[in-house]
């Protein structure tokens, strides 16, 4: 299922079952599987744009510039359990997004 996720080095620790990874969004999707890339779902994610542009965020779903806007200097908690978290821009543009998460076991 994974088709391009920037976040495949996610930091992981054991000791409070907690990661977070940072990278750049453009105009291609980007789909992380926590299932496939650490085991677990995430879960309680944080997910903050730095910007410059904004970022389309969709839970579990593909996602397109109709979703959920996240705009440069905002962030976004999500309180459930997420398998795949999507991630897109408008056409010709990038965001830096750092994202944060609990792991349930």
């Not at 940072?22 to 496939?36: L, N, P």
């Not at 979703?67 to 830096?96: M, Q, R, Y």
């Amino acid at each position: 299922m994974v088709s391009r996720s920037i976040f495949q080095r996610i930091h992981v620790s054991g000791d409070i079952n907690a990661g977070w990874a940072s990278g750049t969004i453009t105009d291609t999707e980007d789909v992380t599987d926590f299932v496939s890339l650490i085991g677990y779902r995430a879960n309680n994610l944080l997910v903050i744009n730095d910007g410059p542009n904004s970022v389309y965020v969709a839970v579990n779903s593909t996602a397109s510039t109709n979703d959920f806007e996240l705009k440069n200097g905002e962030f976004i908690s999500i309180p459930v359990l997420v398998d795949s978290l999507h991630l897109i821009c408008n056409s010709g543009e990038t965001a830096n997004v750092r994202i944060f998460f609990t792991v349930l076991e």
